[in-house]
């Protein structure tokens, strides 16, 4: 692998690989950019099959994160850690304040955050070495409502876009997993007057959202095939390939998983030629980041979710950008996020910068 060549292709500032043996720590944190601000990225922990292929996730995972956040209006660059390891340990203290050491040693260029393979209570560990984590459970804590907010609004946008209407009482939509963003969308879409159809692998969870909201259920691959008007995919990601796009009777995809799209550029094309209106995942989950950008300005929550509530006009931004550009929504998305970040990037310095007084 030629690292300085695979971080210019991608566009990084930054690269550190991190070691401390008598922890059990291995870790990796990657700047993508911070023209809009400092960068923020969660702290994956996985058991990688290589050091080369932690290195390749961490890379990738920074740059949408720095996407992600210029799409949903944060003065906020991208970054991402992921830690080699397994995560199912139990001896965790040592792993994650040696992580928090190597976040500080950084000076605020990057803030983490929990992610997959970590928790609020290991963001703790990393707290107790630097200020510089979000996603603490005394802070703003869980940031799935919030995050569901935000894919209601795009769902929303995404019926003006299709319907000429955001009202989406009468429709159908099925939902894909019944987590905690799931569960709080069928909450919004409820109230709203939608019919839902639900499905996951934990039946104590569907059963809830059955019994509360008045949702059919249906198990497993059986969700791709039903009859709706939206597909809300809340689970795993790269769940749109080359089995489920065919078998979608939907007329819109919009949810709360992240890299739904198996292979974007393939399978954009396919959802554009069967006429089906897709919504690009890190447009319309914004609000777990809007959530954690709360936190460290000292947001209310009701004020994040206004700010979650911003998601619907982005959304009808994109949709904008790719029937003037005739590109597909997802290279829409991404035009939308370079345009505020060479903006921001334009702007003029004025002098002198130096000294500072604090």
């Not at 210019?8 to 008598?22: M, P």
């Not at 390891?85 to 792993?95: L, V």
């Not at 609004?153 to 905690?180: C, E, F, P, Y």
Request: proline content about 3%; charged content about 25%; aromatic content about 8%.
């Amino acid at each position: 692998m030629k690292i300085f060549d695979t971080i210019a292709k991608l566009g990084h500032e930054q690269l550190v690989i991190c070691a401390d043996e008598s922890a059990g720590y291995r870790g990796i944190i990657a700047i993508h950019d911070t023209t809009l601000g400092p960068a923020l990225g969660g702290t994956r922990f996985w058991n990688y099959a290589s050091d080369e292929e932690a290195i390749v996730d961490a890379l990738r995972l920074a740059r949408g994160m720095t996407y992600k956040n210029a799409v949903a209006g944060l003065n906020l660059g991208g970054g991402k850690s992921v830690i080699i390891g397994d995560n199912r340990t139990a001896n965790r203290e040592m792993i994650f304040r040696a992580h928090g050491r190597f976040v500080e040693s950084l000076g605020g260029r990057y803030v983490t955050a929990e992610d997959v393979g970590t928790s609020t209570a290991d963001m703790d560990y990393v707290h107790m070495e630097t200020g510089y984590v979000a996603g603490l459970a005394t802070r703003s804590g869980d940031p799935s409502p919030v995050t569901a907010r935000g894919v209601f609004r795009a769902i929303q946008a995404s019926a003006m876009h299709r319907w000429g209407s955001a009202d989406l009482a009468g429709k159908t939509v099925t939902v894909q997993g019944m987590g905690n963003v799931g569960t709080y969308l069928c909450k919004e879409l409820h109230a709203v007057g939608a019919k839902l159809i639900v499905s996951d692998i934990r039946p104590e969870r569907v059963q809830h959202v059955v019994d509360t909201y008045g949702a059919t259920a249906v198990e497993g691959d059986v969700i791709y095939a039903a009859k709706a008007d939206i597909f809300a995919p809340c689970a795993l990601g790269a769940i749109l390939n080359d089995t489920t796009i065919p078998a979608l009777k939907v007329e819109i995809v919009c949810g709360g998983a992240n890299n739904q799209l198996l292979e974007p550029e393939k399978h954009g094309a396919e959802l554009e030629k069967r006429g089906i209106a897709y919504a690009p995942d890190f447009v319309a989950n914004a609000g777990g980041v809007i959530n954690v950008y709360g936190e460290l300005a000292g947001w209310t929550r009701e004020r994040a979710l206004r700010k979650a509530d911003e998601i619907y006009d982005t959304v009808l931004g994109v949709y904008e950008i790719a029937k003037e550009r005739g590109v597909f929504t997802y290279l829409a998305a991404d035009t939308l996020a370079e345009r505020r970040i060479a903006a921001v990037h334009g702007m003029m310095r004025t002098w002198p910068q130096h000294p500072r007084k604090d």
